[in-house]
């Protein structure tokens, strides 16, 4: 199976760890263990004798009750037969698709979004059909150009909610509107949800596994509650038959996840509000700080965020974008990630859920660097 390079991991496998100001970094500020317990009130010693008196065998094979207990109260209507849990959301990713998609079969993806959700289907031997998300448009999709796209012959419909990079946010009524359009030809809605709950409003962000009964949520322990360490994902889905594939695919790739990373988990979604309200707060103070940078900073715009923990920054001088990253990196040291990973010149993500005074740090680099390169 040949598969295209995965331009956005690349990056930040070359270079993350040369990074003094790290604002390509996607999830909100990461917490200890010491941290967790402090956020949530659990006791900590409670906590560890037990598990330590536990015997690492393998952990429960299709994830433990607890932690999908707490996955669950995540969205309305899914039950825990109808989680599965894997290592990370690029696992999720991977074992949703590879339980899926099948050479012949049609996919439709947006575009710019993490790559995953069009390279794997490609290499899997489907035909991907990419519609662009438009900057004009606000970086949402345009349903009719959706329904333009789909066949009888389409297998899923593939986007993110809230949009990584963009950090668009699909109002319940367009998600709505591509359900209806997916079930019109009998089509998956799979939505990568990585971001959802990080809201720069408190107005409930809808999940297509509510949404839809062929909606596929993918989610994870990482950028929303700040533990991507946990290595901990999650696919939910109300589609049987789906599941069903999943269980008998993900046999042959990972037998459990962890005994001490789901115990951590699941007391972290125990809490969720106090974990919530964290990262909240985080990215609506650096968001703020993000947009009046960029309202000072001649040479840049973007459309600002409605969620998530990502902006697409876009410059107005001749400088390809892995040029422009490479050369701040070095001269700097504060870190971005070129658009080139997304297929979009003169454009860089941000990442500006990062501790606060790192992001201020960063973004004085970028226009220090600006300055001397525009």
Known sequence: MKIKTFKVEEWM????????????????????????????????????DKFCGRRLTYGAIWGAA?????ICKLYKTVKPEQVVTTHGASGANHLAFYSLVEPGDEV????????????????FGATV?????????????DVEELRSLVTPKTKVICINNPNNPT??????????DIVEV????????????????????????????????????????SKVFSLAGLRLGWIASRDQAFMESCL????????????????????ALRHKDKLLERNRAFVRRNLAILDEWVKNEPHVTYVKPKA????????????????????????????????????IEHSLRIGYASETEDLKKGLAKISEFIKKVA
């Open 167 to 176: 950090g668009a946010l699909m109002p319940a009524s367009e998600l709505k």
């Open 13 to 48: 496998n070359n270079y993350e760890n040369d990074a003094v100001y790290n604002i390509a970094e996607t999830c909100v500020d990461s917490v200890s263990v010491d941290e967790l317990f402090e956020l949530t009130g659990e006791d900590k010693k409670a906590f560890f």
């Open 248 to 267: 008998i695919h993900r046999d042959y790739n990972l037998v459990s996840c962890g005994l001490f990373d789901e115990a951590l988990a699941a007391v």
């Open 129 to 141: 059909k990419i519609m662009n998300l438009k900057k004009e448009n606000g970086y949402l999709v």
């Open 108 to 123: 439709v993806s947006i575009m710019p979004t993490y790559q995953q959700l069009y390279s794997i289907p490609e290499s």
């Open 308 to 343: 998530g923990t990502t902006a697409l920054l876009f410059y107005d001088f001749d400088m390809p974008s892995r040029d422009f990253c490479v050369r701040l990196l070095k001269e700097t040291g504060a870190f971005l990630t070129p658009g080139e990973c997304f297929e």
């Open 66 to 70: 607890e932690f999908k207990e707490g």
């Open 182 to 221: 997916a079930r019109s030809v009998g089509a998956y809605v799979f939505c990568d949800e990585v971001y959802r709950m990080l809201g720069q409003t408190d107005e409930y962000p809808e999940s297509v596994a509510d949404l839809y009964e062929k909606g596929i949520s993918v989610s994870s322990m």
